[in-house]
Nanobody, 120 residues
Framework: EVQVVESGGGLVQAGGSLRLSCVVS????????IGWFRQPPGPVREGVSC????????YYTDPVKGRFTISSDNAKNTVYLQMDNLKPEDTAVYYC?????????????WGQGTQVTVSS
């Protein structure tokens, strides 16, 4: 059974930074891609970023390129999302997810997510 613990969200002013963490357990191997999707107020979910735990390849959706950085610490079973130069449109609940570095995301949320709110 896959389990995740997401953390690191909060309230920040535009231009600020946050670092999200996702501690993952329950996978049989490291040959998986893990990432983040987000859900602003409303039903639409958007894949944000993904990293391959086996080779470190990454994917970013266009609106966050150059501002967000995804990384992993396999020894700690943790995936991070460093978010810099945050914008009000980044406001959303962020969830950890299975994904591919080609930009496909499994939008079934494992955890409760972590709220990111960016004020203007």
């Amino acid at each position: 059974e896959v389990q995740v613990v997401e953390s690191g969200g909060g309230l920040v002013q535009a231009g600020g930074s946050l670092r999200l963490s996702c501690v993952v357990s329950g996978f049989a191997s490291d040959d998986v891609d893990i990432g983040w999707f987000r859900q602003p107020p409303g039903p639409v979910r958007e894949g944000v970023s993904c990293i391959s735990l086996s080779d470190g390849n990454t994917y970013y959706t266009d609106p966050v390129k150059g501002r967000f950085t995804i990384s992993s610490d396999n020894a700690k079973n943790t995936v991070y999302l460093q978010m810099d130069n945050l914008k009000p449109e980044d406001t959303a609940v962020y969830y950890c997810a299975l994904c591919t570095v080609r930009g496909n995301f499994d939008f079934r949320s494992w955890g409760q997510g972590t709220q990111v709110t960016v004020s203007s």
